[in-house]
């Protein structure tokens, strides 16, 4: 386990190859055990069952890539996991596939940073930062040096628990626009609003809540900005890529915005982008 501490953070972190997130969904490098923000954890283990091939063992700010160059009965690549072995079937991100490749990792602790590295041979270096950049926040800074021609799409899945688990009335999710977006169903439960989404009642266990296209009113994509409040704990997050469109899934222990945006990386221009 790796921290970095300041008089009002403290983040646990999870080295990419100690056996914690074992899954094939997310980026290993930078999960998080816990994140305490003035002794209150707003990130922590919000699953009831615990297991590291789960797809979802992780906690906090957790990052996905999608699937490149995914065929049946082929190999695949997911970004910051591995060289992986498709199967039959078309993919699907919560299955867990079989490693073929998991290329190399390296951790260099400073002392307000953790820097993960996660190389596979002819295909990309990618660099991770998680960075102290004040006594009450922290960024993520990404950059993908690519061998060969690599797209697709990342997005951060924010599982913030923000000091509890319940999620109703005193969850608050805020974009500095007036969001839209379909929802899955016909909820009683939540709403979109003028800046935001509300809950209208607690989520009860076994319920859960989603909206897969949330954007900005009359726009097309989104700026990369939002903030979570729950009582006397607010989380603002913001981003300097564009977003094409944010997720929001929720249960009765934590409601997640998914931002999601685009990355393109070749030889000749590496990508970079940072979360804060």
Request: charge should be negative; proline fraction near 6%.
């Amino acid at each position: 386990m790796y921290y970095l501490e300041s008089s009002q953070l403290r983040l646990a972190v999870h080295g990419p190859a100690d056996g914690f997130y074992l899954g094939t969904r997310f980026d290993r490098s930078g999960v998080l055990d816990s994140l305490q923000l003035g002794g209150k954890e707003i990130c922590g283990r919000w699953f009831e069952h615990y297991h590291p091939r789960m797809h979802d063992a992780v906690c906090g700010p957790a990052e996905e890539f999608t699937a490149i160059g995914y065929r049946p009965g082929g190999h695949f690549l997911k970004i910051g996991v591995g060289v992986l072995r498709a199967d039959d079937a078309p993919y699907d991100r919560f299955h867990l596939y079989e490693m073929e490749d998991p290329g190399e990792w390296t951790v260099v602790q400073r002392e307000a940073s953790l820097e993960f590295c996660h190389r596979l041979k002819g295909l990309y270096e990618y660099h991770k930062t998680l960075e102290l950049s004040g006594e009450n926040r922290f960024e993520i800074r990404h950059e993908l040096l690519a061998f060969q021609p690599l797209e697709g799409q990342v997005y951060n899945h924010n599982f913030f628990t923000m000091g509890r688990m319940e999620v109703g009335p005193g969850r608050k999710l805020d974009f500095p626009f007036t969001p839209a977006g379909t929802w899955r169903a016909l909820y009683d439960s939540v709403a979109f609003k003028e800046n935001g989404v509300r809950f209208t009642r607690r989520l009860e266990p076994g319920e859960s809540v989603f909206s897969g296209d949330i954007h900005e009113s009359g726009k097309v994509g989104m700026p990369y900005s939002l903030r979570l409040t729950d009582r006397d704990i607010s989380v603002q997050i913001s981003g300097n890529v564009p977003v094409t469109h944010t997720v929001l899934w929720a249960n009765h222990r934590i409601a997640c915005l998914e931002p999601y945006n685009f990355f393109s990386s070749t030889p000749e221009s590496p990508f970079s982008w940072r979360v804060q």
